[in-house]
């Protein structure tokens, strides 16, 4: 009876042996994962701190009023290029 119960037991050892190594090896590769998204995720968050001080500093007055004169040749409106409309005048 001894020798009987010897086999089943091996087996049984053998394959909780073989699920703990699975199991320590599926949380090994999700920790991985985790640490790689965790990386990215800083990445993203320097990228997005860089990306909102370009935008303010693209969004500068002085900055497009300078654009504005260099690129497209504006120029502040002079009074007498200014017209005024008046409501009721036919």
């Not at 949380?27 to 320097?46: H, K």
């Not at 502040?76 to 009721?88: C, D, I, K, N």
């Amino acid at each position: 009876m001894n020798q009987r119960l010897i086999f089943p037991v091996l087996a049984l050892l053998m394959l909780c042996a073989l699920l703990l190594v699975n199991s320590q090896y599926q949380a090994r590769r999700l920790f991985m994962e985790l640490e790689r998204t965790n990386m990215r995720q800083q990445a993203n968050e320097i990228e997005w701190a860089q990306l909102q001080l370009e935008q303010s500093n693209l969004a500068k007055h002085a900055r497009i009023d300078a654009m504005a004169k260099s690129t497209l040749a504006m120029q502040p409106p002079s009074a007498s290029r200014t017209q005024y409309l008046t409501l009721g005048t036919p």
